[in-house]
């Protein structure tokens, strides 16, 4: 049972790191397309 949980805990933690991460890229996408305007 312990196992089971540690797997899902780390899987949720690798999970939010990478939105995190996806979160990120966009808002950068977005200030380089917004500097491409000015």
């Given amino acids: 049972h ?6 899902r805990k780390i899987f949720t933690y690798n ?3 990478s939105m995190l991460f996806m979160l990120r890229l966009v808002e950068w996408i977005d200030n380089c397309a917004l ?4």
Wanted: aromatic share 30%.
């Fill in 2 to 7: 312990l196992n089971r949980f540690l797997r």
């Fill in 15 to 17: 999970y939010g790191k």
């Fill in 35 to 38: 500097f491409d305007y000015l």
